[in-house]
């Protein structure tokens, strides 16, 4: 026993981030899979309308989210001497949530016109 902890503890510890990326897989493998066979059933009754996928829309998602990331990470480097890692964890999910919202704002302007 090393400081207190167990070979056992390490052992579970170094599993649980290999089982989660394992059923992760594992979920978005079933998902492709069913999604692919509801497709399939659709084409063969004849009712599957494919949908077309918006580029600008999309377009201008990315950019939001990668813009408000991205300044985020900027400015989190720049103050790192007073500041830490930590304060990561909390700003990308605040930038990303905030790109979300600039983006529902601009997508509500374009209908409206």
Excluded at 9 to 17: C, E, Q
């Amino acid at each position: 026993m090393e400081n207190g902890v167990s070979a056992a503890s390490k052992v579970i510890i170094s599993i649980i981030p290999i089982v989660g990326i394992v059923m992760g897989c594992t979920v978005v493998f079933f998902y492709i899979l069913w999604s692919h066979r509801e497709k399939m059933l659709m084409i063969e009754k004849g009712s599957y309308a494919p949908k077309p996928l918006d580029v600008d829309v999309f377009s201008l998602l990315a950019g939001i989210l990668l813009v408000a990331v991205g300044i985020t990470l900027t400015a989190v480097f720049l103050v790192m001497d007073t500041a830490g890692y930590t304060l990561l964890g909390g700003l990308i999910p605040l930038s990303v949530g905030l790109g979300f919202l600039s983006f529902y704002s601009l997508r509500a302007r374009r209908r409206a016109t």
